[in-house]
């Protein structure tokens, strides 16, 4: 007997995901296909195509499953162009580089940190710089035009309705101000307020099947598909199941291409001043309350080192070695200097240097679990992390970078989560949020060894970095 009743579809940066759930929030299959952006002309832009004929299948495969409800999920630095009810074009890659003239031009536009919690991000992270870089291009890029955020294109390619939502929204945008729930006065003043679809709660249903998806797919033509959320949001919410983690003072850092450290204070008044220089931001919860934040390319940094399938730190058999690994490591001074991806995380203009660089295959991972480890550690203290931290993502099972976590903050109660629920889990959990994560939480052992000390001396050597250049 089919019993799947819920669809989450998160659409990432690097990976596409369909999963399927039962009632009660059992994940009963996954599908997964890797993205690549699309060159057209000097541009990159998001496969929205290439994802949109997969999805079709990818559901096809659920056809005879009672499913009721899809959920959207996707990354917060995209934006859909739609006119006259089709796709204009297909949204930015935001790792294209913006012509320097442009940015400087865009960034006068911008508004104080202070306003929108968004800070100056490279490329097109920010929403605002990719809509200025297509209406500097083409002036008339937006007329009769509704724009979308990447999630809720999702929910309109499948239902036809266009909505816009606030965690997408509010998601270093430049194109919104947490404390007051509105458009940012730049959004306003350049007339992109107006263009946007109408904000929605993530909650909300925004429709059923289009038809013709519903004959393509064999899904039921009465499925409700929901506005849908920011993916890190997503990963907050599911977080929220937990008792541990719920309304209190706790942190979720999530891991993969991104590691994004997301403060939820247990109370709404928070006086944190975040330095706008060091990647810190404030996203917006589903609720719409200001969520502290900060982040760095985690996972690429760690791809880009190892130059392999990042699961490669984190695969079960090999954590005894790694683990082993490490007091070499803190004996012979062995550490990576950030940044390996510049613009980006607490140390934007560091230039990535080895101290007493690893030959060993399992030195350099472990090397690198430490450094992603060092960098958490910089994000967490600049968002004022305390009490709880949970670490959710695929690289929550690298032991090495968890444990140092819980030797570098020893005050803090570091945790993973047993089973993955993380980012598709949270999104369930708009559908039925008395749902909780299968498993339980697991408190972290620390990492033998001196990690304060590490971690002294490689502040100093970046201090030291700082200074020569």
């Known amino acids: 007997m089919k019993t799947g009743a819920a669809i989450v579809i998160d659409l990432g940066k690097t990976l596409s995901k369909v999963t399927l759930w039962d009632k009660a929030g059992r994940l009963l299959n996954r599908q997964v296909r890797r993205n690549a952006p699309v060159v057209i002309g000097a541009a990159r832009h998001l496969d929205a195509e290439g994802i949109a004929a997969w999805l079709v299948r990818a559901l096809a495969a659920y056809a005879g499953h009672p499913v009721r409800t899809i959920v959207p999920v996707g990354h917060g630095a995209g934006v859909a162009i739609l006119r006259g009810g089709k796709l204009a074009a297909m949204p930015l890659d935001y790792e294209l580089p913006i012509p320097t003239a442009v940015m400087a031009r865009y960034r006068a536009q911008r508004d104080p940190f202070a306003v929108t919690g968004s800070p100056a991000l490279p490329g097109g992270l920010n929403i605002g710089s990719q809509m200025w870089w297509l209406e500097q291009g083409n002036p008339a890029a937006f007329d009769s ?3 979308l955020p990447w999630a809720q294109y999702w929910a309109w390619f499948l239902t036809g309705n266009a909505v816009s939502e606030v965690t997408s929204m509010g998601c270093h945008s430049d194109l919104w101000v947490p404390a007051t ?9 350049l007339g992109w307020a107006d263009r946007f679809a109408p904000i929605a709660r993530s909650g909300d249903v925004v429709g059923t099947l289009r038809p013709a998806i519903a004959r393509q797919t064999g899904l039921p033509a009465s499925v409700e598909v929901l506005a849908g959320l920011h993916d890190s949001n997503a990963a907050l919410h599911a977080a929220r199941g937990f008792a541990e983690i719920a309304d ?12 994004i450290a997301m403060r939820r204070p247990a109370s709404d008044a928070c006086a944190l001043v975040l330095p706008e220089d060091r990647d810190c931001l404030v996203n917006v919860d589903l609720e719409g309350r200001a969520v502290p934040s900060a982040r760095f390319m985690g996972g690429r940094e760690i791809e880009s080192v190892i130059e392999l399938d990042t699961r490669r730190i984190d695969i079960k058999p090999d954590q005894p070695a790694l683990v082993a690994a490490v007091p070499r490591l803190l004996a012979g001074g062995t550490m990576m200097l950030p940044t390996l991806a510049p613009g980006c995380g607490p140390f934007p203009h560091g230039a990535n240097v080895w101290r007493a660089e690893p030959a060993d295959w399992y030195a350099r991972r472990a090397a690198m679990c430490l450094y992603a480890a060092l960098v958490a550690d910089t994000s967490l203290d600049l968002i004022g992390a305390c009490e709880t931290l949970l670490v959710e993502g695929r690289f929550g099972e690298a032991e090495v970078f968890v444990r140092a976590l819980a030797a570098l903050r020893p005050g803090t109660r570091v945790m993973t989560a047993d089973a993955h629920n993380d980012v598709s889990f949270g999104a369930l959990r708009l559908i039925d949020p008395t749902l909780r994560p299968a498993g339980d939480l697991r408190t972290i052992e620390p990492l033998d060894g001196d990690l304060q000390a590490y971690r002294d001396r490689w502040r100093t050597e970046i201090a030291s970095q700082e200074t020569a250049s």
């Open 248 to 259: 209190n003072e706790a942190t979720v850092l999530s891991t993969g291409t991104w590691f």
């Open 181 to 189: 729930g509105s458009f940012s006065p730049m959004a306003e003043r």
């Open 145 to 147: 035009a509704t724009l």
